[in-house]
């Protein structure tokens, strides 16, 4: 094994054009999924890629560095629209696996309950990604999420940061974790919400996305076009408006209570965002 830490971004994106090399930033997915006896791959470590460690604010939204920390975006100074980004943060893992983790590494490991991405969905957050031979481009992260394990990441490209655009003012958000016990945890299902309302208390912006419970987490676009011009407590979650949920069942739960704790969740969620 060997590993290359550059400093630059340039020499990052050179390196990639090697397809042997495995790219890690905290490595808290890489290195507990080796098997016995260790690793051959080359690795590119980004941590030390300054570019990639910073949350900044630019025109049109934020932009959030692929090798920042959850912990580094609990403790950001960020709008009420990131405050279930930041409840998402709380439950990945540890404090010391959020203190190494990232966010890309989240959401280039692909798990269908990684925490980090029903938030940012509901975030309507974009991917950027970088590389030495074409560049760079930057992409919905519903269009980055292939299946599971699987993005559009190609292999000589880097997930430089992920950009939200600058939500709505008063918009607040909910992240809602289901598991078997309270702490470190694999979810059961999840619930992300971003909400806006009128000076009526009617809803005029929301999304909601489940995680955990389909190979890729979404949005309810159906559920949320009904939910426009309501109260949030005046629509009733009904089987159709979870039709686009394909839960499994498994040692955590089955499909079917799977879809009645996502039902409750979205309640419950919708509660706690307008108090």
Not at 184 to 196: G, N, P
Request: include cysteine.
């Amino acid at each position: 094994m060997t590993v290359y830490s550059p400093s630059q971004l340039e020499d990052a994106l050179n390196i990639l054009r090697d397809p042997g090399f495995v790219v890690i930033a905290g490595g808290t997915d890489y290195f507990p999924s080796l098997k016995m006896g260790g690793s051959q791959d080359n690795i590119l470590n980004v941590m030390k890629l300054p570019e990639m460690n910073t949350i900044t604010f630019e025109e049109g939204g934020f932009r959030i560095g692929g090798a920042v920390s959850w912990t580094q975006i609990i403790k950001s100074d960020l709008p009420a629209a990131f405050d279930a980004l930041k409840a998402a943060g709380q439950e990945v893992g540890s404090i010391q696996i959020q203190n190494a983790g990232t966010i890309a590494g989240n959401l280039c490991n692909a798990s269908p309950a990684a925490d980090g991405v029903p938030p940012l969905l509901a975030l309507e957050a974009e991917i950027e990604l970088q590389s030495a031979k074409r560049g760079k481009r930057q992409i919905p992260l519903v269009k980055f999420l292939n299946g599971i394990r699987n993005t559009d990441r190609q292999k000589d490209e880097l997930v430089t940061s992920i950009f939200v655009p600058h939500p709505p003012k008063g918009m607040k958000s909910v992240f809602t974790k289901l598991g078997s016990r309270s702490y470190l945890v694999i979810s059961i299902c999840m619930t992300a919400i971003s909400i806006l309302l009128n000076g009526s208390g009617r809803i005029i912006d929301i999304r909601i996305a489940v995680g955990a419970c389909s190979p890729v987490a979404q949005r309810l676009k159906t559920l949320e076009r009904e939910m426009i011009g309501c109260r949030p407590n005046e629509v009733a979650i009904c089987e159709r408006h979870l039709l686009s949920l394909t839960p499994i069942s498994d040692v955590r739960g089955s499909a079917v209570f799977r879809q009645e704790a996502v039902a409750e969740q979205i309640v419950r969620s919708l509660s706690r965002a307008v108090l």
